[in-house]
């Protein structure tokens, strides 16, 4: 539901208790071990273009999904650099250079892919850029995103891509963003 994920920030909205029995065939200690791939940066791995709001969000707490990955980093400020930069205009176009097409605008990201995906190095940037990009995702984190259609006049997607290009040096992305906005399969229309 689009309009419960409008935002980067994301709270839990179920919580689990392991069996004491173990159900289903599954095996002793199956609990222990879905926890351990908790994590506090999650990516879409199913998104409808035309009504996606973002594509990757960020937990205060570790969590575990079903229709998101969770990626695990070496430090909260990476997962909120890299929660921005996927929500960028640059991360997005990234996200459809790695899509997998299943119906037009129903694309999927499979894990596999995750590992192909090219992202920000969050290692490679400099201290201060790394802060500034995290508190720029702290800024920004409640902030409601339009659908992906809307990006355009998005005006806390402008404010994402300014901020970002303003710390790291890029260009400015208005005109990629208007252009992301208009292509077909995320516009679910016709050229």
């Known amino acids: 539901d689009t309009a419960l994920y409008s935002s980067m920030k994301c709270l839990p909205n179920k919580w689990l208790s392991p069996l004491a029995i173990p ?7 199956y609990g ?4 351990q791939m908790a994590a506090q940066l999650l990516i879409a791995e199913r998104v409808w273009l035309n009504t996606t709001r973002v594509v990757s969000m960020f937990s205060d707490k570790p969590v575990l999904s079903n229709v998101w990955w969770e990626v695990k980093t070496a430090d909260e ?11 960028s205009s640059v ?3 990234t996200r459809l250079a790695t899509r997998n097409t299943t119906r037009g605008g129903w694309v999927a990201l499979k894990k596999a892919d995750l590992t192909e995906m090219l992202v920000l190095d969050v290692r490679a940037i400099s201290q201060s850029q790394l802060q500034g990009l995290a508190d720029l995702f702290d800024e920004l984190a409640d902030e409601e995103f339009e659908r992906l259609p809307g990006m355009a006049d998005c005006a806390a ?3 994402l891509d300014d901020g970002l290009s ?3 040096g890029l260009p400015d992305l208005s005109g990629l963003r ?3 906005a208009t292509e077909p399969v995320v516009a679910n229309r016709r050229l």
């Open 23 to 29: 159900g289903g065939g599954q095996r002793i200690g």
């Open 77 to 87: 400020n990476f997962d909120k650099t890299l929660a921005l930069f996927l929500n």
């Open 32 to 35: 222990a071990h879905l926890w």
């Open 166 to 168: 303003a710390i790291l």
């Open 157 to 159: 997607r402008r404010r």
């Open 178 to 180: 208007r252009l992301l």
């Open 91 to 93: 991360g997005i176009l």
